[in-house]
């Protein structure tokens, strides 16, 4: 659930989930509807998936308990090495850290040393023996997750305060490297053509090209070819749209028919008991203004 995503936005779904699935097994009796459901708002969709179907896997094959082996754990859908890592030292408090924009940014300044000049993997195997001293592994992996973001923040990071600052080299130095890790913002447009009818529903396919949205029933998406023509569309409205490091902007278009093309069905743009994605409910919220 934290992957992108900050804790304060979390803890109401995480406390949510963690009631109604009590264990693993819980869990993996459940659907994906009534997980997307739950998940609703959060956003990267693909997470509940993945968590179920980990959910399985560990019920099938490991006893309903995550493996020991870094092999078999990065095996489960969506655990790359950040995961597996994090993984092996909070369960099993083995000497690991997982290693994200945080982590990499405090090594980089008590070392004030860009980072893209160090390799982590080998500066974390050449340090074993310094970092890992306290034996309690569980809570360096998530101290140090911490530490760089409320500490070692990325803009006015807490020198003055910090425990390390007797230590840290840029904190010293008078030549301090220049954090440079920005996000790739990539911007992209696309149309989006609605089918309604008058009985305030949309038509939509499973069948689309988007992938940020695999496998979510949606309106016909097509990213913003300028040549377009088609008279039959009627412009609705043009907005902008953010998705994790996607910057969308958005020209809707609608039109009436009770003909649909195939694959697609139709919704109510209001009382949906299913799950909508947020970039869905958006459409929805624009194009009910229509009624
Ligand atoms: S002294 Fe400043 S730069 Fe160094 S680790 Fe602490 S907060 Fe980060």
């Not at 020198?159 to 390390?164: A, E, M, N, R």
């Not at 890790?181 to 149309?191: H, L, Q, V």
């Not at 939509?204 to 300028?226: A, D, G, M, R, V």
């Amino acid at each position: 659930m934290l992957q992108q995503t900050q804790v304060k936005t979390v803890i109401p779904y995480f406390n949510k989930f963690t009631k109604k699935f009590k264990t693993i097994k819980a869990l993996s009796k459940s659907h994906e509807k009534e997980i997307l459901k739950m998940w609703e708002g959060l956003g990267y969709y693909r997470r509940a998936r993945n968590l179920l179907a980990c959910s399985k896997i560990l019920v099938q094959n490991y006893k309903s308990r995550l493996p020991r082996s870094i092999i078999e754990i990065k095996k489960l859908p969506g655990v790359g090495d950040y995961t597996a890592n994090a993984l092996l030292g909070l369960v099993y408090n083995e000497p690991r850290i997982a290693v994200d924009g945080n982590v990499k940014r405090v090594f980089s300044r008590n070392l004030n040393i860009e980072e893209r000049k160090i390799n982590f993997d080998k500066f974390v195997k050449k340090n074993k023996k310094k970092l890992f001293i306290a034996k309690r592994n569980d809570d360096f992996v998530e101290a140090l997750m911490e530490f760089g973001a409320l500490i070692c923040k990325p803009k006015d990071p807490n020198c003055l305060t910090c425990c390390l600052n007797k230590t840290c080299k840029y904190f010293k130095s008078n030549k301090k490297i220049k954090n440079i890790r920005n996000k790739m913002i990539k911007n992209k447009s696309f149309d989006i053509f609605c089918y309604l009818n008058k009985r305030k529903q949309i038509a939509l396919t499973k069948n689309n090209q988007i992938s940020f949205l695999k496998n979510f029933n949606l309106p016909e998406i097509k990213e913003t070819n300028n040549s377009f023509k088609n008279q039959n569309w009627i412009f609705l409205k043009k907005y902008k749209n953010s998705i994790s490091n996607l910057k969308l902007n958005i020209n809707l278009y609608y039109k009436f028919s009770n003909k649909i093309p195939r694959m697609y069905n139709w919704y109510s743009l209001k009382n949906n008991k299913e799950f909508v994605p947020s970039f869905t409910k958006k459409i929805f919220s624009h194009l009910s203004t229509l009624f």
